[in-house]
């Protein structure tokens, strides 16, 4: 009697190898940064990449290239400019810039802020480990932190950047950013509670937009980032909204990338103040206002 053939298994997807992640390293020795990304858990123990690896690595290698020109421009205007990195957690975005851009430079320095002190003494000894002397580490709350003072007595960053920190944390990187006058700034907000929350039960003239949860989740979301640009915007910052990364990543793929050239713009604020009057919540990044 005749049998009907099983169909062959297919074959098992071979492992990522190293020749995989070294296609993707945008530099001319990608070995040399290997236990870099091993340290950082991107590469496993055998050097190859795992699935969830690839999408951690293309979303940072992505954001990398976004912040790119301005760091390079960055490096050219200063001669030791400074980068903070807000919300650093493992400070995989801080190590990467410092490993394919600043430390190349042979000037600047990055420094990492976050709250958890483990975190930040493993940063401190993996630095070490890279020799990256230019690296350095605070612990402390965002709206807290104040880097060291220059030669002139303030506190100064060159450069802002807050990596899917959590809610108001985006906003109290925005208040950093203005106390320490940096030039550049690049956020990609994460979860975004604070204007659903205000908006929840609020009578206001446009009230359909967020009558449902699901929707009063969302157009908070939209509404808290058009404002912080606009809060930028007022401050004398050109902003530039774009996708940080595809949504098959992660859905939190907004990034918000400013640029300083004036102190400030009256237009700007003028338009925020119109937005805030015709929505009639306010939000407490709006305490930046009042200077």
């Known amino acids: 009697m ?3 053939a099983k169909p062959a298994k297919a074959p098992p997807r071979p492992a990522a190898t190293e020749s995989d992640w070294t296609k993707l390293w945008p530099s001319a020795n990608p070995r040399k940064s290997e236990p870099l990304l091993k ?3 991107i590469l496993t123990r055998d050097g190859a990449l795992n699935a969830d690896s690839r999408r ?3 979303q940072v290698l992505h954001l990398t290239q976004l912040l790119k020109p301005a760091i390079e421009a960055m490096l050219k205007e200063k ?4 980068l903070a990195d ?3 957690g493992k400070s995989y975005l801080g190590f990467i810039l410092y490993d394919l851009l600043i430390g190349p430079a042979g000037k600047g320095r990055v420094v990492g802020v976050e709250t958890r002190e483990k975190l930040v003494e493993t940063s401190r000894q993996l630095a070490a480990q890279a020799g990256f002397d230019r690296m350095d580490f605070i612990t402390a709350p965002i709206a807290e932190a104040n880097l060291p003072a220059n030669s002139s007595g303030a506190s100064h960053a060159d450069m ?3 990596l899917h920190a959590c809610d108001t944390a985006t906003d109290d990187a925005i ?3 203005l106390r320490h006058e940096a030039k550049w700034v690049a956020l990609v907000p994460c979860c975004q509670a604070e204007v659903a929350r205000l908006l929840d039960g609020h009578q206001g003239p446009m009230r359909q937009l967020w009558r449902h949860p699901i929707q009063r989740r969302e157009f908070g979301a939209h509404l808290t980032n058009v404002i912080r ?3 930028l915007e007022a401050h004398g910052y050109k902003v530039r909204v774009t996708e940080f990364t595809g949504l098959e990543h992660t859905m939190k793929n907004e990034l918000i990338l400013a640029e300083r050239h004036q102190l400030s713009n009256a237009q700007a604020r003028s338009e925020l103040n119109r937005l805030i009057d015709q929505i009639g919540v306010k939000p407490a990044l709006l305490d930046v206002m009042a200077a």
């Open 229 to 231: 640009g606009l809060v």
């Open 86 to 88: 807000l919300g650093a």
């Open 2 to 4: 005749n049998q009907t």
């Open 160 to 162: 802002v950047t807050a």
């Open 39 to 41: 340290a950082l858990h």
């Open 56 to 58: 951690k690595l293309t």
């Open 79 to 82: 001669d030791d400019p400074i």
């Open 175 to 177: 208040r950093f950013a």
